[in-house]
């Protein structure tokens, strides 16, 4: 084998900036191609740890050059951010786009929630403290009669209490006068906090703990804890929402949690609006008490509308805020597609930048179309959608207590006035007139565009979506590859995330994903519709951040030409439809997404088991590995 199949360090480590059809405005690329490679992203040092309800973060040590310029650091420093905030405020939102955004760049991530440690405690026996007194809605049995907790067969005749209320807390749970209920609650918090620290000491980066935790003891508690631990820094990350009606919506996402399983909606949601009051009584915002510890905190109003941040250091920290700045919940639709066919693709040849075949054009003009129909077609799915909300949520709102915190400036509706006024404003939020199609600065991604009119469409050529430069091996098949470069056709397919081609300018997936920065964080922004016409290596990296995909997968899915996958933003994530193109009718159909998203892992024939990392497991991902 190879000495760069052993992954040997190389001497000589010079750089050319903008040597390559991208230029060197992201990146400075390496004379050689698949060494050792010279960051794999902890080059930052510190790491990420995510708390929701608490915010912790370390700050970040500059990078060490290593001798043979492979950026080396000290893998011991951690970074914890903990989430502050009511219930319904969107922080497990904000918490799951940060898990997936910083796994997307590299690092490990984890989510703790407390929420799920939470509802085992009204069952487990370790949690003695709270007696019999603890006020929950039922305790696991089984038998015939109706549940009184939530209406439904399989309870004892004694508690009339189903299975599925076992674990669940009445508004009275957080009641901040219940002190065996409140003890539990905390002791639970820093249960999770101590699981939280375990995983970082054995090797993860970044961890999230997603709480409330919406009190100053609560907060100093976990500080005080982390005093103990050694490089670990901490960051608050203090959800509020003003908007009453995006905090009306989320009350009524919330009648679907865990919590409410089977209970009636209108129950269930004056169960969480009384648990909101309880909340509220306690609550108190990150401020005075915290600066005087110079702990770091950021603040996000309104969904990034207002961000407020103090003492934010190191390089993780200001990335965080700068991510959280670009947030907005306006509906819209990222539709991803690679270029029609081209003169390359169909003669077999990597990279290049040769124009479409008669196919291709093909596929351009019924990109245009399908597109002009979607647009109409997703306007029309918001405004019922939107209707839809306003109807139910104005059903209610004049019957519905107040809920939200005079320190937060919201007041749930209560008055016919307020429904009226809650109602027009949601039947306001329909599509965006903008809709922007964003394409490569290569021949083929820019002929797939020339359809679109120019009047109802702003197209944009981006150079950062230009395909993975394969260095020497630019225009090539690869069946001439194996036959010319033998060493580095298998060295692909023993790593090829951080495998970089060879030849100035050679790029590698690690590489594109730092390239792809700016387009993550500007999707993230815009608010309207947009549509991609990218290449394969693109449209893996994009669709990896939109759906949370393991960048171990990422370059083993399957993206033929022909395909659209459109990735709707959520509450809950991205829901993510494909449609696939038919020459036939030349027109596209929908088709299932989870099997359309297919990861393919390579076989790889190896003189010895030793000698390549093992292969990621199909477990890590949600969809299906086929060869």
Not at 129 to 143: C, F, I, M, P, Y
């Amino acid at each position: 084998m190879s000495e760069r199949l052993r992954r040997l360090p190389y001497e000589n480590l010079g750089t050319t900036e903008g040597s390559s059809p991208m230029g060197g405005v992201f990146f400075d690329t390496p004379r050689f191609a698949n060494s050792v490679p010279f960051f794999r992203f902890q080059r930052f040092g510190r790491v990420l740890a995510i708390l929701a309800g608490s915010g912790v973060m370390l700050a970040v040590p500059k990078p060490v050059a290593g001798g043979h310029g492979e950026v080396r650091t000290d893998s011991d420093h951690k970074l914890v951010v903990v989430m502050v905030g009511l219930p319904a405020r969107g922080k497990s939102y904000i918490v799951k786009k940060l898990k997936r955004y910083l796994s997307w760049l590299g690092f490990q991530t984890k989510i703790f929630n407390v929420g799920d440690r939470r509802r085992l405690a009204g069952s487990a026996d370790e949690y003695e403290t709270a007696g019999e007194d603890l006020q929950r809605v039922g305790r696991k049995d089984s038998g015939e009669a109706p549940c009184s907790g939530c209406s439904s067969p399989g309870a004892d005749a004694q508690t009339a209490e189903c299975a599925q209320c076992e674990t669940r807390h009445s508004s009275a749970f957080f009641d901040p006068d219940n002190k065996k209920a409140r003890q539990i609650r905390e002791q639970v918090a820093l249960e999770v906090f101590e699981d939280l620290l375990r995983w970082l000491q054995a090797g993860g980066q970044i961890a999230i703990h997603d709480a409330t935790n919406s009190t100053i003891e609560r907060r100093h508690a976990l500080i005080s804890r982390l005093k103990c631990e050694t490089d670990v820094n901490l960051m608050f990350v203090e959800s509020i929402c003003t908007d009453r009606d995006i905090i009306n919506r989320n009350i009524k996402l919330k009648t679907h949690s865990p919590d409410y399983v089977g209970i009636d909606p209108e129950v269930a949601e004056a169960d969480f609006r009384a648990r909101l009051r309880n909340y509220e009584r306690a609550y108190r915002s990150v401020g005075a008490a915290e600066e005087k510890l110079d702990v770091q905190y950021c603040k996000i109003i309104d969904v990034g509308k207002k961000v407020i941040a103090y003492n934010i250091q190191g390089f993780l920290e200001s990335q965080v805020v700068f991510y959280l700045m670009n947030m907005n919940l306006e509906p819209r639709v990222i539709y991803i597609t690679r270029h029609g066919e081209s003169e390359d693709n169909a003669a077999g040849r990597i990279g290049g930048d040769a124009s479409l075949s008669a196919n291709g054009s093909k596929y351009a003009r019924a990109l245009a179309r399908f597109i002009d129909r979607r647009r109409l077609e997703f306007a029309v799915e918001v405004e019922e959608y939107n209707r839809l909300v306003a109807q139910t949520i104005c059903s209610t709102a004049s019957s519905t207590p107040g809920t939200c915190s005079e320190a937060e400036g919201a007041v749930s509706p209560d008055s016919a006035a307020d429904a009226l006024r809650l109602e027009q404003s949601l039947l306001r939020r329909r599509v965006q007139p903008g809709f922007e199609v964003w394409t490569s600065m290569l021949k083929r991604t820019m002929e797939t565009a020339e359809f679109f009119d120019a009047q109802r469409y702003r197209i944009k050529n981006i150079r950062s979506l230009n395909e993975i430069y394969a260095g020497k091996c630019e225009g090539m098949t690869y069946q001439e590859i194996a036959r010319k470069f033998p060493d580095e056709f298998e060295a692909r397919q023993l790593d090829k995330f951080y495998y970089r081609y060879p030849g100035i300018g050679g790029e590698s997936y690690a590489d594109v994903v730092m390239r792809l920065q700016q387009v993550i964080v500007e999707l993230e922004r815009i608010r309207h519709s947009v549509l991609l016409v990218t290449h394969r290596a693109m449209a893996r990296t994009l669709l990896a951040y939109l759906m949370d995909i393991p960048t171990t997968h990422m370059p083993s899915m399957e993206l033929p030409l022909g395909y659209i996958y459109a990735c709707e933003p959520r509450p809950f994530g991205n829901f993510l439809r494909v449609w696939r193109y038919d020459p036939l009718r030349d027109d596209f159909e929908e088709i299932d997404a989870p099997s359309a998203l297919k990861i393919r892992y390579p076989q790889v024939s190896l003189p010895t088991a030793a000698s390549a990392p093992p292969l990621p497991s199909p477990a890590e991902t949600a969809y299906s590995a086929k060869n």
